[in-house]
């Protein structure tokens, strides 16, 4: 005859029974899930690694090209990061350095098709910005003002702010728009720190245009 005790054992291995028959089906495919998704994740982080490791190997290759003016490996390599890391930071890097590298060579179309693809592909706001200071530049070269004004007007990181006021300033200077250059530089005065060695300088161009910084209401230039 059967304890109670066992009795009990029994109640409760039909209760398990019973739980698994209901929810077992669903608990084994939850914990399918998660362990899938764990394994990815480790998957994933070996593959950030890898690529990380990669992409550092293959810009120190962009720099050394840059640093010797090997302009033929510098053209392979910084093409190689783009197509195979366009996604890391090195790749964005990479880009700058080729850009200013080529604009120091006279390859101006060069440098705007690197600082294009930063501004278009970079994830890094920063880089992005500066992209976009440093093809403005070019752009006002070539005195292709709208699209100069695309570039700076666009939305970037708020420390920018001031530089691209800054330049919108200049180029209004070159298009003889004075009251748009104060305008702009007074926008730049007052984006950047006190204290910052650039807020001097954009202060010393609207003296030169007859404006205070600190005077809010719009100030005519000297004709």
């Not at 080729?98 to 390859?107: G, L």
Request: proline content about 4%; overall charge negative.
């Amino acid at each position: 005859m059967a304890s109670p005790l066992d009795l009990e054992e029994q109640e409760q291995l039909d209760e398990l029974k019973h739980f698994w028959k209901r929810w077992g089906d669903l608990i084994t495919w939850v914990l399918i899930a998660v362990l899938g998704g764990y394994a990815a994740w480790m998957g994933w982080q070996s593959y950030s690694a890898k690529q990380a490791t990669q992409s550092a190997a293959l810009y120190d290759t962009v720099e050394r090209a840059a640093l010797s003016n090997d302009m033929a490996l510098l053209d392979r390599s910084v093409t190689d990061i783009k197509d195979k890391f366009a996604s890391t930071t090195y790749a964005q890097q990479a880009a700058l350095l080729a850009a200013r590298v080529y604009q120091e060579k006279d390859r101006k179309p060069d440098a705007k098709v690197q600082l294009t693809w930063v501004v278009d592909k970079a994830s890094d706001e920063g880089y992005q910005a500066l992209a976009r200071l440093r093809l403005a530049a070019l752009l006002i070269e070539d005195k292709a003002y709208d699209e100069a004004r695309k570039q700076l007007s666009a939305k970037t990181p708020e420390a920018f702010a001031p530089l691209m006021a800054d330049r919108l300033g200049d180029m209004a200077m070159l298009q003889a728009q004075p009251v748009e250059a104060v305008q702009h530089y007074k926008n730049a005065w007052k984006g950047f720190e006190p204290n910052a060695e650039y807020r001097r300088l954009v202060a010393v161009k609207l003296a030169a245009l007859g404006a205070d910084p600190e005077d809010p209401a719009a100030v005519e230039s000297k004709k």
